[in-house]
């Protein structure tokens, strides 16, 4: 199973129609618009966003004249699904505020947009919703026969899709006949739809959240032949609900052609225990020295430490074939790079004590300064367990006390390494210690690498 990028997926996301419906509406509803009791713009309101974003039910002709004759004969916002669903949305994510009968956009609203794990947080919210109220049976939306709705057929349905190879597009028969484990229940006051209908009208509901992708192509003219294929975003949405209830699903395939970038950066939000077999692929398709090669251009400079951190668990899985190439990255002018080879070389168990003293002693507060790096989060929290765990580096010795600030300096992450360890170091002398040696590095000039 493959996946682009989160930030690649977010702007899929932001595309997708809902989403992508519901953030315009929040945008329209600036600076404020009335909203009745129920939340819902007023109908002289809800016809000019119809209009503007182009939300016209799916059966209506394209002609002016017969929307416009539409849209006069509307008497309620709740006869238009295509404005009350992303509308709802936008409520349900907190893209529009309702405060004293008025709805505006979150103040916040164009900051949020341009997080991707934001973006995909709306998403996924808004496809979970999808699941839990798509109807199969259109003529009973509010009191449906057991086994017609989204919860009842649409998790083996995406679990089938998901399990499949990329790119698979079976048709409803074959979903129904391959992925569903049980006929469709039947009432003896109402028959119910097809199985197939069933399936379609609950795939055509989630396919406004972008997850799947229906494409009618009449095999005559008499058939109307309907494929599914789930999208990267819908193979995005169901590993994340297998993952929340302790479903295995593992990104693997994409991961060995991954540029080094991509595979560094997916590898360090993996569980500690999937990363080996998922190196082994990548570095079997480049080999050592490829790897190597490929791996160093992409953690060069500031704010790279966890991505040096995990280059440096690969390496060290292949470090016995790389040792020249490994010692003569000591001397990179690129501070960042000697640490990475420091690091794997001192990790890799071809040192004896007097090499690993030796290479302590040169490069042992850069490695503790990536060490660090790589362990804190943006507001530093978490940094004082770090500190205090039983494997912590010696920090106070390696870094603090005998370390050069000019060497310190030549490494990229140095000041914001300092000044956190200056905010959250328990220790009162090493937190004072930091600050010096930060002030320091300030008065040297901008940090860069050597």
Same mark, same amino acid.
């Given at each position: 199973?493959?996946?682009?990028?989160?930030?690649?997926?977010?702007?899929?996301?932001?595309?997708?129609?809902?989403?992508?419906?519901?953030?315009?509406?929040?945008?329209?509803?600036?600076?404020?618009?009335?909203?009745?009791?129920?939340?819902?713009?007023?109908?002289?309101?809800?016809?000019?966003?119809?209009?503007?974003?182009?939300?016209?039910?799916?059966?209506?002709?394209?002609?002016?004249?017969?929307?416009?004759?539409?849209?006069?004969?509307?008497?309620?916002?709740?006869?238009?699904?295509?404005?009350?669903?992303?509308?709802?949305?936008?409520?349900?994510?907190?893209?529009?505020?309702?405060?004293?009968?008025?709805?505006?956009?979150?103040?916040?609203?164009?900051?949020?947009?341009?997080?991707?794990?934001?973006?995909?947080?709306?998403?996924?919210?808004?496809?979970?919703?999808?699941?839990?109220?798509?109807?199969?049976?259109?003529?009973?939306?509010?009191?449906?026969?057991?086994?017609?709705?989204?919860?009842?057929?649409?998790?083996?349905?995406?679990?089938?899709?998901?399990?499949?190879?990329?790119?698979?597009?079976?048709?409803?028969?074959?979903?129904?006949?391959?992925?569903?484990?049980?006929?469709?229940?039947?009432?003896?006051?109402?028959?119910?739809?097809?199985?197939?209908?069933?399936?379609?009208?609950?795939?055509?509901?989630?396919?406004?959240?972008?997850?799947?992708?229906?494409?009618?192509?009449?095999?005559?003219?008499?058939?109307?032949?309907?494929?599914?294929?789930?999208?990267?975003?819908?193979?995005?949405?169901?590993?994340?609900?297998?993952?929340?209830?302790?479903?295995?699903?593992?990104?693997?395939?994409?991961?060995?052609?991954?540029?080094?970038?991509?595979?560094?950066?997916?590898?360090?939000?993996?569980?500690?225990?999937?990363?080996?077999?998922?190196?082994?692929?990548?570095?079997?398709?480049?080999?050592?020295?490829?790897?190597?090669?490929?791996?160093?251009?992409?953690?060069?400079?500031?704010?790279? #430490? +966890?991505? !040096?951190?995990?280059?440096?668990?690969?390496?060290?899985?292949? %470090?016995? =074939? *790389?040792?020249? /190439?490994? $010692? &003569?990255?000591?001397?990179?002018?690129?501070?960042?790079?000697?640490?990475?080879?420091?690091?794997?070389?001192?990790?890799?168990?071809?040192?004896?004590?007097?090499?690993?003293?030796?290479?302590?002693?040169?490069?042992?507060?850069?490695?503790?300064?990536?060490?660090?790096?790589?362990?804190?989060?943006?507001?530093?929290?978490?940094?004082?367990?770090?500190?205090?765990?039983?494997?912590?580096?010696?920090?106070?010795?390696?870094?603090?006390?005998?370390?050069?600030?000019?060497?310190?300096?030549?490494?990229?992450?140095?000041?914001?390494?300092?000044? #956190? +360890?200056? !905010?959250?170091?328990?220790?009162?002398?090493?937190?004072?210690? %930091?600050? =010096? *040696?930060?002030? /320091?590095? $300030? &008065?040297?000039?901008?940090?860069?690498?050597?």
């Amino acid at each position: 199973m493959s996946l682009p990028p989160t930030d690649v997926l977010a702007r899929v996301a932001l595309d997708s129609p809902l989403l992508c419906d519901a953030l315009s509406l929040a945008r329209w509803s600036a600076p404020s618009i009335p909203v009745t009791s129920g939340g819902v713009p007023g109908i002289d309101d809800a016809r000019a966003a119809i209009s503007r974003f182009s939300l016209w039910p799916h059966d209506l002709p394209g002609h002016l004249d017969q929307r416009v004759s539409w849209l006069g004969a509307l008497h309620s916002v709740a006869d238009v699904a295509h404005f009350v669903v992303p509308w709802s949305a936008a409520l349900r994510l907190g893209l529009v505020r309702i405060d004293d009968s008025l709805a505006r956009p979150d103040p916040d609203l164009e900051r949020r947009v341009r997080d991707p794990e934001q973006v995909l947080e709306w998403w996924f919210h808004e496809f979970e919703h999808t699941i839990a109220h798509a109807r199969g049976d259109l003529s009973r939306p509010h009191d449906p026969v057991p086994g017609t709705t989204g919860p009842d057929l649409l998790p083996e349905v995406l679990r089938f899709l998901y399990e499949a190879p990329d790119g698979h597009r079976p048709d409803l028969d074959t979903l129904a006949l391959e992925a569903l484990s049980g006929p469709v229940p039947r009432t003896a006051s109402a028959e119910t739809p097809h199985t197939t209908d069933l399936l379609l009208n609950v795939l055509w509901q989630l396919s406004d959240t972008g997850a799947v992708a229906l494409d009618h192509a009449p095999e005559d003219k008499s058939v109307d032949r309907c494929t599914v294929e789930l999208t990267a975003l819908g193979r995005h949405g169901v590993r994340r609900l297998l993952l929340e209830v302790g479903i295995h699903a593992p990104i693997v395939d994409t991961l060995a052609e991954a540029c080094a970038s991509r595979f560094l950066d997916a590898l360090a939000v993996l569980p500690f225990e999937e990363r080996s077999p998922e190196a082994a692929q990548w570095l079997d398709r480049r080999g050592p020295q490829e790897a190597l090669r490929q791996i160093t251009e992409v953690v060069r400079g500031p704010g790279l #430490a +966890l991505r !040096r951190w995990v280059a440096a668990q690969v390496l060290n899985t292949t %470090s016995s =074939e *790389l040792e020249p /190439r490994l $010692r &003569a990255l000591l001397t990179s002018p690129h501070s960042t790079e000697a640490c990475l080879s420091a690091m794997v070389l001192l990790s890799s168990g071809m040192l004896d004590q007097r090499g690993i003293d030796r290479l302590l002693a040169e490069y042992g507060p850069w490695v503790v300064i990536d060490m660090v790096a790589a362990a804190m989060s943006p507001d530093g929290s978490g940094l004082t367990s770090f500190l205090t765990a039983e494997d912590s580096p010696d920090v106070h010795r390696l870094l603090l006390v005998d370390a050069d600030p000019v060497v310190l300096g030549a490494h990229p992450d140095a000041l914001a390494v300092l000044e #956190a +360890l200056a !905010r959250h170091h328990p220790v009162p002398e090493a937190a004072a210690r %930091s600050w =010096e *040696l930060a002030d /320091r590095i $300030r &008065a040297f000039g901008r940090p860069t690498e050597r």
